[in-house]
């Protein structure tokens, strides 16, 4: 299928594997009470609605105009933007927690890199980056490996060849590897196919 051309029917699909990482994300936030947030390649704004209906400071981006559409249906109207995630129209240091879900396995490697040197510049010194994406190692489930690639087959394939390419190099911690982010806490989900890292910026 066309990428992002079922834009209207993202969440009704994917909320029932998604709403655990979401609902974390919204306890994260909580705890850390941050002033202002950015959640990169928001999609359909579900994450940013949720926390601005818990009265956080939320902007998205995105570049997809599909899933930007979505965004400002409904109640809340999602403070979404288009913006391209590998060069941010934001000073340095505007927020207090960058996050990105299921953003940087899509990309090749180059863009993947130049998406988390813009959630390093955007943060401010001591601000958090919440990083949640597959994560697949012999601790997951055939199961979920089995629906993760199922999933991803679905997509247009430079999609799916980033994925695998993602995954053979070594994924999130091959991609975190070269900034100093203090990794806090890990927590995984759809039988240890999905991991949620967040780190402070030193």
Avoid: W
């Amino acid at each position: 299928m066309k990428e992002y051309s079922l834009a209207a029917f993202y969440d009704p699909l994917l909320n029932p594997f998604l709403k655990g990482i979401r609902y974390k994300i919204l306890d994260i936030v909580r705890e850390y009470q941050p002033g202002s947030i950015l959640d990169i390649c928001c999609g359909t704004g579900y994450q940013v609605k949720l926390l601005q209906k818990h009265g956080f400071n939320v902007t998205g981006i995105d570049i997809s105009d599909q899933m930007l559409a979505v965004s400002r249906s409904g109640r809340p109207i999602a403070n979404c933007l288009k913006q391209d995630a590998t060069s941010l129209d934001f000073p340095d240091a505007s927020f207090d927690l960058v996050m990105i879900t299921l953003g940087l396995h899509e990309k090749n490697f180059s863009d993947s890199h130049r998406i988390l040197l813009e959630m390093e510049r955007t943060v401010r010194s001591g601000g958090h980056i919440i990083i949640a994406d597959y994560s697949l190692n012999a601790k997951t489930s055939s199961l979920s490996k089995y629906l993760i690639h199922f999933i991803e087959s679905l997509a247009r394939e430079d999609h799916y060849k980033n994925f695998r390419e993602y995954l053979v190099s070594g994924g999130l911690t091959r991609l975190v590897s070269d900034f100093s982010f203090t990794r806090i806490n890990d927590h995984f989900f759809f039988g240890r196919g999905i991991i949620l890292s967040l780190f402070r910026k030193q």
